[in-house]
């Protein structure tokens, strides 16, 4: 990257050079009765200023991205120069044009008013990618769910978002489709987003249940939904909560964290539901489950004089 922009930057230092030649020894050619020096230093002019903004662009990525260890930050950073290069060179490319930067810089103002107008939507979307670089409602990586889309972000442009989708309508369960979702960034102005996998605590609370039959000793299946969980997860979700407890420090916000799984039993019309809560990862989460569940079901199996399952047909 540094290598191109290098030679970006030397190719306008020379057409600069050369135009400077044009100038101070003269341009006599003509076609069809028109000078040429005009149009021919014209263009030599706007080729440099373009390699000129380009050539800085690359070598200015090159060396923050190389200085980023974040893969989210270097994301960021492509776009956030990307925008203030390219700005710059057509800001240059029309006061080459018409040699008047003063009026150039004012004829923006009175231009702005138009495309205000006529690209409501864009700048929409560029108010939107402006917002989630400074407020960082979610960033590359994360799991979100916005409006009506789930999945996890592969990029975030200057106008749109790209998700890689997941509970679409080809699969569900939180297995991924396949399938990449363009939403608007002007979307997080007026929608709410739902982030899975946020920088403060990258683990979320999820449920299994499981029902038995009013026959069963609540207290031994219990115990054993907690130790199968205790088992499966271990230090992670210790790690987790660990996680968990000193982002909640750095908010106003008062909750009680268990230290492990915990069974919630709640009563239906034709048995029992016990409702195992765990916190794991967000792209385990299924994988997760159905490790539980099978444990779980086998743990039961193997004591069918303690756990009982409903076998009537309003199950």
Known sequence: MRHVGSVALALAVALYAGGRLVRRYGFD??????????????????????????????LVVGFLVSHTASKRRRHDVRNVLRLAFGALGLIACFGVVTRAWVSVLLSFGVVGFAITFALQGALASLIGWFYIVVKRPYAVGDRIAIEDTRGDVASIDLF?????????????????????????????????????????????????????????????????????????????????????????????????????????????????????????????????????????????????DRVAFPVSRSR
């Open 29 to 58: 050619e003509a076609l069809f009765g028109t000078a040429l020096a005009p149009a021919a230093l014209l263009v030599v002019s706007l080729v440099a200023v373009v390699l000129a903004a380009y050539g800085s662009y690359r």
């Open 160 to 304: 749109v978002t790209e998700v890689w989708e997941i509970d679409g309508e080809l699969v569900s369960t939180n297995q991924p489709s396949g399938r990449i979702v363009t939403v608007p960034n002007s979307v997080v102005l007026t929608s709410h987003v739902v982030n899975f996998y946020g920088e403060g605590v990258p683990y979320v609370w999820n449920e299994l249940s499981v029902q038995v039959a009013y026959e069963t000793d609540i207290e031994f299946a219990t115990g054993v939904m907690v130790e199968v969980a205790e088992d499966y997860l271990g230090d992670e979700m210790a790690a987790g909560i660990d996680a968990y407890r000193e982002r909640l420090e750095e908010t106003p916000v008062e909750l009680d964290v268990n230290e492990g799984p915990t069974v919630n039993v709640v009563q239906q019309e034709s048995w029992v539901e016990l409702r195992l809560r765990y916190l794991v990862h967000p792209r385990r989460g299924t994988r997760t489950r159905n490790a539980l569940y099978r444990d779980i079901l086998d743990r039961f199996n193997d004591s069918p």
